[in-house]
């Protein structure tokens, strides 16, 4: 999908559900055969950030976190896309989705790479195909690296068949350009239904939603960007930005002003690591 029709696209799925919150996204439909399409699921562009840059009393339901890996055992299938994370302290983790393209991303990991912090980066197949070098710097400096479907598609109004298709293609074009295939998967414009669900679990991943949306996916300004993380960070948080599917310039030049201020603040910026619960 070219960058213009994914950001129009984009606008056209997400624009009327920012206010639903992400998580709208763990409704579940019925669910279809391989020649139906599955009931589409509103989809939600993330909650509203507004709590301040401050010391937060308030404990977040831990929904993933820290921990060993799982040893063995299957993928759970869930209900909902786990929206936020646990761990010691003040942790937070960043997520940048629709990537990897040379414009931007490269950029991003210079930026995360001077503070020493890792991060989440959910990625299309369609782009990985022509930047594997991109995955293999991501998967060598720490980051992790996630499953967006191959063509970035409205998964609710697919088939299971093609559901599946957009998945495994996603998942064997990282493991070509990492080593290994991800464990975790976030649907495109957050739109989440039970074969989704079952689908990600078969292949071994972990649905991940996010609790703060920078918007950054709309261009509203380095500024706007910068104040919505800002004023959304707190323990447990999972921030979500794009380094791809449009001109990402501003969410480059927000993540070199926000990250050094949310250092300063007492937050640990890092990734989880998976673990069965």
Known sequence: MKKDQMLTRRRVVLGGAAALGAAGTARLLALGTDSDPVTPLAPAAGPPARRPLQPSAHRLQPLAGYGPPAVSGRTPVRSEPLLRM??????????FDDGPDPHYTPDI???????????????CGEMVVHNKDLLAEMAEEGHVVGNHTWSHPLLTGLTRGRIRSEM??????????????????????GAWNRAVFQLGAELGMEPLAWTVDSLDWIEPGTRTIVDRVRNG???????????????????VRALRDYLPQLLDAGYHITVPRRYQV
């Open 233 to 251: 960070a707190g323990p447990g948080v999972v921030v979500l930005s794009h380094d791809s599917g449009g001109d990402r310039s501003q969410s």
């Open 168 to 189: 495994e293609r996603t998942s064997e074009v990282i493991e070509e350009a990492c080593g290994e295939r991800p464990r975790w998967f976030r649907a495109p414009y």
């Open 86 to 95: 646990t761990g010691i302290g003040r942790t937070m983790v960043l997520t």
């Open 109 to 123: 990991l210079s930026t995360l790479r001077a503070y020493d912090v890792r991060a989440m980066f959910f990625v």
